[in-house]
């Protein structure tokens, strides 16, 4: 008989989940092609060994060992539904400079399809460039986080070809994934254009770090905020307030006609939101101290889409998700979970070692 595992809760156990189910969806993530519309992100990364403290100023001088660049934004979000076995098609817009030239590059290299990353003169590819030192022999820590930013929208041209680079993917995709971090790729426009595509109960789902509820109307099916933008959403301040999420969660299911919203909640672990159904209130995988959250966000929306396309229901998908974001948390900088350390950690799971997992969700069923 395959384990289950069976939470309690502080109002009602959460409906048991089959880890052997989980299991089975995360085997199925290699068979699936996911479009990944979104703001291609480079990550950069400077490491020094800290010398000395400069004469012209109370700041440390580093000796510059090594620069690392990896996918970040949506770039890591692509990156990550690689990682995870699926087959990726990019459509995104980049700046005809080092960064987007390093993007398309490391595509290249990983064998992925990059017809669909546009190049776009005189635009600058979102770059993040973070300063990390240390003394020799101990781990480096960041001191300084210098962003680059487009200072023009794209222009229409790039626009149009956007669209049709997501006509033409969407049509051999099991889903479509939308990142959205504010630099002008994604857009309810867009986000519309591929329902369109792709009507019935195809998968569209969307991490939106500023605009959520922009794409209210846009048939988006699933979204993956993290707390704080729910509360900047709604203007409020959620902490240990149960009910006030619930209410937040409600409201912006409601206003989005949502099959399912999962919000990350940090060292709360997630909360995910059903029509017709409680909130399942699902605790942290793992260690409850994080290494680094660095694009966590990126690692969720993957396998919470995978799994959806997999055919999970929702509860079934935000523990895939949960675990896989446990996993990643544990690793330094911008970062990835392979299927391969996701059903490791599932099956790790079947046969007894779950140490922080069986206390997994509870349901709460206030109604406010």
């Known amino acids: 008989m395959a384990r289950k595992r069976v939470v309690k809760g502080s109002a009602s156990a959460a409906p048991a989940v089959d880890l052997a189910a989980l299991a089975d969806y995360?085997?199925?993530?290699?068979?699936?092609?996911?479009?990944?519309?979104?703001?291609?992100?480079?990550?950069?990364?400077?490491?020094?060994?800290?010398?000395?403290?400069?004469?012209?100023?109370?700041?440390?001088?580093?000796?510059h060992t090594q620069t690392k660049l990896v996918p970040g934004g949506g770039a890591n979000a692509a990156n990550n539904f690689a990682a995870l076995g699926a087959r990726?098609?990019?459509?995104?817009?980049?700046?005809?400079?080092?960064?987007?030239?390093?993007?398309?590059?490391?595509?290249?290299?990983?064998?992925?399809?990059?017809?669909?990353?546009?190049?776009?003169?005189?635009?600058?590819?979102?770059?993040?460039?973070?300063?990390?030192?240390?003394?020799a022999h101990t781990s480096a820590q960041q001191v300084l986080r210098v962003d680059r930013e487009p200072t023009t929208p794209l222009s229409e041209a790039t626009r149009v070809k956007l669209r049709k680079a997501l006509t033409a993917k969407l049509r051999k995709a099991d889903a479509l994934a939308i990142s959205d971090y504010g630099f002008g790729v994604a857009s309810p426009e867009l986000a519309r254009h591929g329902r369109g595509v792709r009507q019935n109960r195809f998968t569209?789902?969307?991490?939106?770090?500023?605009?959520?509820?922009?794409y209210a109307k846009a048939g988006i099916t699933s979204a993956t905020p993290n707390e704080a933008e729910v509360e900047a959403l709604h203007h409020v301040s959620i902490g240990n307030d149960v009910r006030e999420l619930q209410r937040c969660g409600e409201a912006t299911m409601e206003l989005m006609k949502l099959r399912s919203l999962l919000v990350t909640r940090g060292r709360d672990g997630m909360a995910l939101f059903s029509p017709g159904a409680a909130v399942a209130h699902i605790g942290i995988h793992g260690a409850p101290q994080a290494v680094d959250v660095t694009?966590?966000?990126?690692?969720?929306?993957?396998?919470?889409?995978?799994?959806?396309?997999?055919?999970?229901?929702?509860?079934?998908?935000?523990?895939?998700?949960?675990?896989?974001?446990?996993?990643?948390?544990?690793?330094?900088?911008?970062?990835?979970?392979?299927?391969?350390?996701?059903?490791?950690?599932?099956?790790?799971?079947?046969?007894?070692?779950?140490?922080?997992?069986?206390?997994v969700a509870n349901v709460t069923k206030e109604r406010g």
């Open 88 to 135: 990726v098609l990019p459509v995104t817009a980049v700046g005809e400079d080092a960064a987007g030239d390093a993007l398309r590059k490391y595509f290249v290299a990983c064998g992925g399809d990059v017809s669909g990353i546009l190049r776009e003169k005189g635009w600058s590819t979102p770059t993040k460039t973070r300063y990390l030192a240390g003394w």
């Open 295 to 359: 694009g966590a966000g990126d690692t969720v929306l993957a396998a919470y889409t995978l799994a959806l396309a997999a055919g999970a229901a929702a509860l079934e998908a935000a523990h895939i998700a949960n675990i896989a974001g446990g996993l990643v948390v544990m690793k330094r900088g911008t970062a990835t979970v392979t299927q391969r350390e996701l059903l490791e950690a599932i099956r790790r799971e079947i046969v007894g070692d779950e140490p922080q997992v069986e206390k």
């Open 26 to 63: 995360v085997s199925q993530f290699s068979s699936k092609t996911i479009v990944v519309l979104g703001d291609f992100v480079a990550d950069e990364f400077q490491y020094g060994e800290i010398t000395r403290v400069s004469r012209e100023a109370p700041v440390l001088i580093l000796r």
């Open 204 to 214: 569209i789902t969307l991490d939106a770090r500023y605009q959520l509820h922009a």
